[in-house]
């Protein structure tokens, strides 16, 4: 069968090339057509375009780019429908993708099939009527979404468990720990680590670095490691780091959270890849206005949490430093508490485990594409 799928960002990208490896699997006939990536290039089909002529983040840049955005936009529609493949596979992306969902149900016959939900739990709700109305089948990664969906808006959708569990497992299988030599070839100190991860954004960086180096540089018996973000270059960190003690390191996340003894994270999937590595974490994310941000997030938002972890537990398992609670002063408190408090790094390590059992185990890749080609193939 034919396969066209959608992605925008380096994260869809991901999941799509492991969406598309189990696809083969489930059907030695696949053929793909896509708007992605380089990994997703790397198991086979023809890119038409890289999502990186996409992503374009924030009112200015979108508006300064709208020309761009519309042709693109323009291209993938007339190239679904040259191409007449048997399902559209959206992966995320809502901005781009609900238009391209509204197109191809109203001008064609093919289904839409959305893998990694838009998550409109948390902002955008109205978008349920474009997803009801236009995506045929949705399958999700998230276990509250559930209820979310099919509870609350009266939407079946499919959840097939967590990618980043794959991810996580799969590098764990075959990287045993070792940390003699991840000091040896990071040229690093032979002390115990603080991992910080900052954002994958640029805006992220500027706003949550800063103060995340202060923090934790009051604890001089561990040595800063920052996981350097794909796209960012180590000059656009250095303009945030400072005096700084800190080792960056680019493209080892895993492997530095694999030997951390704490960290501190801003809020998105990282935090999950946290959790899953065990490792005890403070949530941060610094916004402007911080005590109008937080009003709107305690009168407008829809959820209780910003992080994925808390999301899934549906309770306080990490703290969360949001908007004016983000101080360096707040960061050394909790990290003090994760570094020194036996009995409160256990209770951490216990909501941990309860995030994993809500998780389920690893295959979310395998199942979302069984699940695929069953119901095409009726």
């Known amino acids: 069968m034919k396969y066209y799928l959608i992605v925008g960002e380096a994260s869809g990208d991901l999941h799509a090339s492991h969406l598309m490896s189990a696809l083969k699997t489930a059907d030695p006939q696949a053929d793909f057509r896509f708007f992605g990536g380089d990994l997703m290039a790397a198991v086979g089909g023809k890119m038409v375009k890289h999502y990186k002529e996409l992503a374009y983040m924030g009112f200015i840049p979108v508006l300064l780019h709208l020309r761009t955005i519309f042709a693109n936009m323009k291209r993938c529609k007339e190239d679904i429908v040259a191409w007449n493949p048997d399902v559209v596979i959206l992966v995320d992306y809502p901005g781009f993708n609900l238009d391209i969902a509204k197109f191809v149900h109203a001008k064609t016959q093919i289904p839409v099939y959305y893998y990694i939900s838009p998550k409109i739990w948390a902002w955008k709700e109205y978008r349920i009527k474009n997803i ?49 030599a991840f000091i040896a070839a990071n040229q690093l100190e032979n002390k115990p680590v603080i991992a910080l991860l900052a954002g994958s954004r640029k805006q992220e960086i500027k ?107 549906d309770c306080e398992v990490v703290k ?59």
Not at 243 to 253: D, L, S, Y
Not at 340 to 365: C, F, H, I, Q, S
């Open 132 to 180: 009801k109305r236009d995506v045929d089948e949705l399958f999700s990664i998230l276990p509250f979404e559930v209820e979310f969906f099919e509870g609350k808006h009266q939407y079946p959708i499919h959840y097939v468990g967590n990618p980043t569990v794959d991810e996580v497992a799969a590098y764990q299988e075959t990287n045993p720990k070792d940390f003699a």
């Open 207 to 313: 706003d949550n670095l800063p103060d995340m180096l202060k923090a934790a540089s009051a604890f001089p018996d561990y040595q800063l490691v920052l996981a350097g973000a794909p796209g960012i270059t180590p000059e656009y960190y250095e303009k945030y780091v400072g005096q700084a003690n800190v080792k960056i390191i680019f493209g080892q996340t895993y492997r530095i959270l694999q030997h951390a003894d704490a960290a501190l994270v801003t809020s998105g999937t990282a935090t999950l890849e946290t959790a899953l590595f065990r490792v005890p974490q403070v949530v941060c994310y610094h916004t402007p206005i911080g005590k109008v941000i937080s009003f709107l997030r305690r009168h407008i938002l829809t959820v209780k949490y910003i992080s994925l972890v808390n999301l899934i537990a």
């Open 320 to 378: 969360e430093l949001v908007a004016d609670t983000m101080t360096v002063k707040n960061m050394q408190c909790e990290l003090a508490n994760l570094l020194e408090n036996e009995v409160y790094k256990k209770e951490m390590l216990t909501g941990y485990d309860y995030v994993a059992e809500r998780l389920g185990p690893a295959g979310a890749p395998c199942h979302a594409a069984h699940g695929i080609v069953k119901l095409l193939k009726k």
